[in-house]
């Protein structure tokens, strides 16, 4: 019989040598201790955001590089396609949330580790909840849900008089994302490294087809599809926006694909491939998973306890033909709008709530709706739920100076919805608010937004 605790012993002991034993690749703030280990089990907590073919590997690696306190949230049911490269999940799974199915087989598997689900959309959790995380590790396959991740971390970040981060409120993030047999890893530090949307030009833009195509001479799979999203949907449903995380919708876009397709004679719809194109959704590969969630996991342990330095900042992955990894330094962009010291609005004392966030949406740099604001972890308005709307409903009618304390200036957090691309996406942004003709404000505050 083997003794459990022997078995949990050894099961570190590669994990004890490195975070024992000092080097020359070390991190600058690394003492090496047998102890570090149980603070990384104890006092840092590592939340997953995806628990699909890329989150299913990080909640596995995490927990065998000696993270204890993980959670992860995911909004998706498992689905049949997903077995081929999802190792977590079974046959009998098929239905059930993937981030209580995956955070049970971790469990299972590996003693010690706790791991709380989250079945919901990301965009359904509060700040608070992003606030309580040492590390956030990205598996996700959209660019939506990687931009709002990214400005949820960026929207904890201050920085000094200077323009300097203030280093206790940068939210690191790791994130991983894999195409086919091509992948990569990135550190994220909002304010030292760039963020997601300093290099959203990595990603290249989504196809897009010619409305005349769709309409009148549709010869793809992808082209009835896209009817069914792009067209289809605006005549039938009037003003209702579309949802491509609500599966009701979802399945609609599917029943009238299919329709196109059989009147044109176009094989090869699927609900799946509807889902790929109407979400860019790209193909993955286990192996690539595997690889780049190995990286991925081996930077979270860096970043929380310094045994090496950290990655600088950006590691693609090719295994098309042969193997090909290289590492990128990218620059960040000092007046970015997400991990920057914040988009500067001037305003007059009288300016009410109301109408600061009218304002927002016709800011050329914002164009933001349906916004939620918030002050010093303060809520000023709440569009929801609906119990925090009505009790900060009062406060519109106010001036944004009185409720801001009559401060000169502030960082004001604002949620909502921007257009990007056609498109309406949730986003958070960070303000820099100030106010006219108030003491304290000085000229060159006015020019440099400090």
């Known amino acids: 019989m083997v003794d459990a605790e022997a078995d949990i012993s050894d099961r570190w002991r590669d994990l004890d040598k490195l975070l024992s034993r000092p080097g020359n690749l070390v991190g600058q703030t690394f003492d090496p201790s047998p102890d570090l280990k149980n603070d990384l089990r104890q006092y840092v907590k590592v939340l997953v955001v995806g628990a699909g073919g890329l989150g299913c590997e990080l909640l596995k690696d995490l927990a065998l590089s000696g993270f204890q306190n993980l959670e992860v949230i995911d909004m998706d049911r498992i689905e049949v396609t997903n077995l081929n490269r999802q190792f977590l999940f079974r046959l009998q799974d098929v239905g059930k949330p993937k981030a209580e199915v995956a955070a049970k087989r971790v469990m299972e598997r590996i003693s010690g580790v706790n791991i709380v689900p989250h079945f919901g959309r990301i965009q359904d959790k509060d700040l608070a909840f992003y606030n309580e995380f040492n590390i956030i590790a990205l598996g996700l396959d959209s660019i939506e849900a990687r931009s709002y991740i990214n400005d949820v971390a960026c929207s904890f970040l201050e920085y000094d008089s200077e323009d300097n981060p203030c280093e206790e409120t940068i939210k690191p993030m790791v994130d991983g994302g894999t195409e086919g047999f091509k992948g990569h890893a990135r550190v994220i530090l909002p304010g030292v490294t760039p963020c997601f949307e300093c290099t959203i030009w ?249």
């Open 202 to 450: 990595l990603f290249p833009p989504q196809t897009k087809f010619p409305l005349c195509t769709l309409a009148e001479t549709p010869r793809t799979a992808a082209h009835c599809i896209e009817y069914a999203h792009l067209i289809k949907w605006d005549e039938v449903h009037g003003g209702n926006a579309f949802d491509a995380d609500n599966p009701d919708h979802m399945q609609w876009i599917y029943t009238e694909a299919v329709k196109r397709a059989e009147l044109f004679g176009i094989p090869g719809v699927t609900y799946t491939l509807t889902q790929g194109v109407v979400k860019n959704i790209i193909p993955a590969i286990a192996s690539t998973n595997a690889i780049i969630s190995a990286a991925c996991a081996l930077e979270a342990l860096k970043i929380a306890t310094g045994c090496s330095k950290m990655l600088s900042n950006y590691l693609s992955y090719n295994g098309v033909e042969g193997l090909h990894t290289k590492v990128t330094e990218f620059v960040r962009d000092k007046d970015c709008p997400v991990c920057g010291p914040g988009v500067l609005i001037e305003l007059d004392t009288s300016i009410t709530l109301q109408k600061f966030m009218e304002l927002l949406g016709e800011h050329p740099k914002l164009l933001l709706s349906k916004s939620s604001i918030s002050y010093q972890g303060e809520n000023l308005y709440m569009q929801a739920p609906p119990v925090l709307e009505e009790m900060t409903r009062s406060n519109l009618t106010l001036p944004l100076f009185n409720l801001m304390g009559k401060v000169p200036k502030g960082v004001v957090n604002v949620s909502g919805m921007a257009r990007k691309d056609d498109k309406k996406i949730s986003c958070t942004r960070k303000l820099r608010v100030l106010f006219k003709g108030i003491d304290g404000v000085t000229d060159m505050d006015m020019a440099s937004g400090a």
